[in-house]
T-cell receptor, first 113, second 114 residues
């Protein structure tokens, strides 16, 4: 399977600020996704990153809070906007081809203070 | 609404023992049931997966048992080793294809004592 790299791997941010997380895949993939893993909780899908069009968001997640870009088949970004301590989580990028299983990056550990 | 319930939350097993993690699901439309293994600081990695047309799948020391009528599935780790110490997540989706959202359980932290 392809390798996904996320940047940054971790960050500590002030409340009210925004952080952009980058996801780079070492080969072209059809599908890319963003998940959130809150402390002690399961992984929750935030949105599907669509190339060349607006991301598809899951219930409870909105574009104003989590804007996503996907300019090509190997790269995507997730921005966590106007952060509060409740946004402290691990954010994971996932990808795969249409007819294959999805794989994950190593995650970005975000702490909001 | 939690669609996939996982237990136990944590598990301690002696080296060489059997680790058993259980999951239950609610949505009968689910058609794919993977298990992911996650080490600290790493993303989840697919460990083993099963479709509901079989009741058991074995890969090395890892076995999935699936009970469609009870809507339950479990992961058995035989001859558990310290290197197996990690967090394990069960998941479910309507398809194995990457375009289908995965619904995850809350995870089980496994510690294998040497």
């Amino acid at each position: 399977s392809a390798v996904i790299s996320q940047k940054p791997s971790r960050d500590i941010c002030q409340r009210g600020t925004s952080l952009t997380i980058q996801c780079q895949v070492d080969s072209q993939v059809t599908m890319m996704f963003w998940y959130r893993q809150q402390p002690g909780q399961s992984l929750t899908l935030i949105a599907t990153a669509n190339q060349g069009s607006e991301a598809t968001y899951e219930s409870g997640f909105v574009i104003d809070k989590f804007p996503i870009s996907r300019p090509n088949l190997t790269f995507s970004t997730l921005t966590v906007s106007n952060m509060s301590p409740e946004d402290s989580s691990i954010y994971l990028c996932s990808g795969g081809q249409t007819n294959t299983e999805a794989f994950f990056g190593q995650g970005t550990r975000l702490t909001v203070v | 609404q939690q669609q996939v319930k996982q237990s136990p939350q944590s598990l301690i097993v002696q080296k060489g023992g059997i680790s058993i993690i259980n999951c239950a699901y609610e949505n009968t439309a689910f058609d794919y049931f993977p298990w992911y293994q996650q080490f600290p600081g790493k993303g989840p990695a697919l460990l083993i997966a099963i479709r509901p047309d079989v009741s058991e799948k074995k890969e090395g020391r890892f076995t999935i048992s699936f009970n469609k009528s009870a809507k339950q599935f479990s992961l058995h780790i035989m001859d558990s080793q310290p290197g197996d110490s990690a967090t394990y997540f069960c998941a479910a989706s309507k398809s194995f294809q990457a375009g289908t959202a995965l619904i995850f359980g809350k995870g089980t932290t496994l510690s294998v004592s040497s």
